[in-house]
């Protein structure tokens, strides 16, 4: 007897490894850190799990190293995003002036990208180091500043530190995107500009700007969502110090979860920071007014 | 009322030499076209109108005033692109009034320019669309509106025409011409297509490897063409250009004399050039006739194009009436119309002229 499969059978059988994949690697996970957000779970005692309702987030919403962590979240991923964003188009532009060994510099830039974290942020402590470090030697031989900073031992410039380290590593990304949108803008169209009398103020305002409306929007939505849940390069840098004043949430739902073995607590804080960043990527994207010129045409 | 002068304008890029020494004059309220193959320079001198392209060598005046060092912004021209160049995130009533917007005319003043050059060109409907929404002829349109609502001293195109469909493209024709004749600005128009320099400009300047090959009326560059090259590239189907000796004074053509008035002091060798139009069809053994075999017979229509070999590898081509019939292999003979040849001197491509 032959076997034979109906054509909706053979679909099924081909989307089942993405079914699979997506199902244990993203619907699995989703799921169990919902589920252990409503459980007391101590790591030490696998056995011993009782439901709690929502008696983490109370705990996690009443914490005030959470809403620590929270505010400065917010201004780690701010002042990160906004810096990327305006540095990446900056350099962008830089880089498509067409240029002999352009190329070049095209390709180094790469280098922040691949380099891995881990190497980076070691990297940047010996930098930071406020007694050997060669960024204190620097401004000092120079001149800027007269007495060694204590880069990543004080609050604000442990935090503008790790901010300078994700701008540094992340920008690069931005270059990328915007200079590959740059390069799909019409020449004619500068041409056109040019001969109507518009300056270089006046062209990067009213072509390459709304040119680079939308990919600017799905740039700074990712850059946001992956800086908001950035760990380990704060981790590396300066494990949340000193004191707690570089805690993100990320690094808050690490502690609770890793540290104080309180797992459904770090997993409440996850279930949060999931829904924030839901909620704030839905709006902006509705703001921006990402795809409706092309539902309009 | 401007005229434009080009003296002595060179360009390179790198060592590739495009535009060589170029003298050329426009007369203000003129339309005068660029006509050449690829590569020509034509473009490239447009764009050196335009303040585009910077000239390596040369100047550029409008009127008595040298433009050649100032920004495109301030020569006050208007340029029509190939690809339109609409501004795709503006609507098209800000399209049209950029270059006053640039300039810092009010908005009142503006908004009435826009609807009067919208009005001229029937796009009133069309002023809150995006350049996305129109159909290529609107985009034209639109192109255009942006030109004149500035009321700029020279129009320049750049192929304005050839993205658009061939029904579209014979309308437009026409329209460009009567806007040409309405407004009365001078204007440069550069094309590769013959039949557009032929039926819109007043002068039509022959481009080739950079250098000017010809200047004069549509006419003069189809009646008299300076050169083989003017001869070769202007016509269809091109002119047939064809080996010729003078034998005791006489013109002959694969040995067969041509009663062809000789201007004196021309060489002993010759081209004769002679437009598939002016040459009909006899029997062998004719006068004033060159016999052959016919070779390849096309219909185009109202006419049919007769390719005779005269000599091996040395095919005429005539042009005569559909009706005319023939046959490959025929042995026929080709008759060139005395009033309608042209000699050229093969050592320089010159026209040779009495």
């Known amino acids: 007897m032959r076997f034979r499969l109906s054509d909706r059978q053979v679909g099924v059988l081909f989307m089942l490894p993405l079914i699979l994949a997506v199902g244990i690697f993203l619907v699995w996970p989703i799921a169990e850190a919902v589920r252990l957000s409503f459980v007391r779970y101590n790591p030490l005692r696998p056995d011993d799990q009782p439901f709690v309702g929502l008696d983490n987030y109370l705990f996690v919403l009443e914490d005030p190293l959470f809403w620590e962590s929270f505010w400065q979240a917010i201004v780690w991923t701010g002042w990160s995003t906004v810096l990327q964003a305006v540095i990446g188009v900056g350099l962008a532009l830089l880089l498509h002036q067409p240029l002999k060994g352009m190329n070049a510099f095209r390709g180094l830039l790469l280098f922040p990208y691949i380099v891995p974290t881990v190497v980076i942020a070691l990297n940047w402590r010996w930098l930071f180091n406020s007694e050997i470090g060669i960024v204190n030697h620097l401004l000092l031989s120079v001149g800027l500043i007269d007495e060694k900073i204590a880069w990543l031992s004080t609050p604000s410039m442990a935090m503008a530190s790790a901010i300078m380290l994700n701008v540094w590593k992340y920008t690069p990304f931005v270059v990328i995107v915007v200079l590959a949108r740059l ?45 908001f849940n950035k760990f380990e390069e704060i981790y590396l840098l300066t494990r949340g110090g000193p004191g707690t004043s570089t805690y993100n949430l990320a690094l808050y739902a690490f502690d609770q979860s890793i540290a104080n073995l309180r797992m459904g607590v770090g997993a409440a804080a996850g279930v949060i920071m999931l829904v924030l960043l839901l909620a704030g990527s839905m709006l902006y994207i509705r703001v921006s007014g990402f795809g409706r010129e092309d539902k309009a045409a | 009322m401007t005229d434009l002068v080009v003296q002595g304008l060179s360009k390179s890029f790198g060592s590739n030499q495009v535009l060589k020494a170029l003298d050329l004059t426009v007369p203000s309220r003129q339309f005068v076209t660029l006509l050449g193959p690829s590569g020509c320079g034509k473009t490239t001198l447009l764009r050196m109108i ?158 080739n490897e950079g250098v000017v090959q010809q200047i004069g009326t549509p006419e003069e560059v189809y009646g008299k063409p300076a050169n083989l090259f003017v001869a070769g590239f202007i016509g269809t189907p091109p002119m047939n250009l064809i080996p010729a000796k003078v034998v005791d004074g006489v013109v002959t053509v694969a040995g067969a004399p041509l009663p062809v008035p000789l201007p004196p002091g021309a060489p002993a060798e010759l081209i004769l050039g002679v437009r598939p139009q002016d040459v009909t069809m006899a029997a062998p053994g004719d006068a004033g006739a060159v016999p052959g075999k016919v070779w390849m017979v096309e219909l185009i229509g109202s006419e049919r194009l007769i390719e005779v070999e005269i000599a091996p590898k040395l095919r005429v081509t005539a042009e005569v009436r559909a009706s005319h019939r023939a046959a490959m292999d025929d042995l026929v003979a080709i008759r060139p119309d005395p009033a309608h040849i042209h000699l050229f001197d093969p050592a320089t491509g010159l026209a040779i002229r009495a």
């Open chain 1, 183 to 227: 390069q799909t803008i019409p020449t004619e169209l500068y041409d056109a500009a040019k001969v109507d009398g518009a300056g270089v103020l006046r062209r990067f305002r009213d072509i390459t700007l709304p040119q680079l409306a939308e990919v600017l929007a799905v740039v700074i939505v990712f850059r946001t969502i992956w800086t």
């Open chain 2, 50 to 207: 335009a303040g585009l392209e910077k000239a390596t060598a040369g100047e550029i005046r409008f009127g008595d005033r040298r433009v050649d060092m100032l920004p495109p912004g301030e020569r006050n021209i208007a340029m029509v692109f190939q690809s339109y160049a609409l501004y795709p995130t503006m609507d098209v009533a800000r399209n049209i009034g950029y270059g006053l917007e640039v300039r810092g005319t009010p908005k009142p003043e503006r908004t009435e320019k826009i609807g009067a050059v919208a009005k001229v060109l029937e796009i009133a409907h069309l002023l809150l669309r995006k350049p996305k929404q129109l159909s290529g002829g609107q985009r034209q349109r639109v192109a255009l509106g942006r030109a004149m609502a500035r009321r700029p001293d020279i129009f320049l195109m750049d192929e304005p025409l050839s993205n658009l469909d061939a029904k579209l493209r014979a309308t437009m024709r026409g329209e460009l011409r009567r806007f040409h004749l309405d407004l009365g600005t001078t204007t440069v128009y550069v094309t590769h297509d013959q039949l557009e320099a032929m039926t819109m400009s007043d002068l039509v300047v022959v481009m």
